[in-house]
């Protein structure tokens, strides 16, 4: 075991390391993904062909939803609310119109890009 001293936005940290294994070699180590994680996960399906799909700005989790189809949206308004990292973002209207489609619901797990709500 081999003691260190690190120093973190200017305070000092005494670390213990123990070696697991030598190697000499300087690549990364590749870690193997779950089985799960391999698989792609399935995009909501959507039967609205046409309006403008708000996608997930970031990986989270569904808290609340604002909205549901029918409700007419302002430039601002409020659709949802994703936690991530234990801190909630709200996902905005980007534009003027009514929810055609609201793709999520309260508990559900999102990754970014994914299609939450569209608007017409």
Not at 27 to 33: G, H, I, L, N
Not at 36 to 56: L, Q
Request: no cysteine; proline share 6%.
């Amino acid at each position: 075991m081999k003691i260190y001293k690190i120093k973190v936005n200017g305070k000092t940290y005494k670390v213990e390391l123990e070696a697991v294994d030598e190697t000499t070699s300087t690549t990364p180590v590749k870690e193997e993904k779950k089985e799960e994680e391999k698989k792609p996960k399935p995009k909501p399906a959507s039967n609205t062909t046409s309006g403008h799909k708000v996608e997930a700005p970031i990986q989270g989790s569904v808290v609340s939803v604002k909205v549901k189809p029918g409700d007419k949206v302002k430039t601002g308004d409020v659709l949802l609310i994703i936690e991530a990292m234990k801190l909630e973002n709200e996902v905005v209207s980007p534009l003027d119109g009514e929810i055609a489609e609201v793709l999520v619901s309260k508990g559900q797990s999102v990754v970014a890009k994914d299609v939450l709500v569209t608007i017409k």
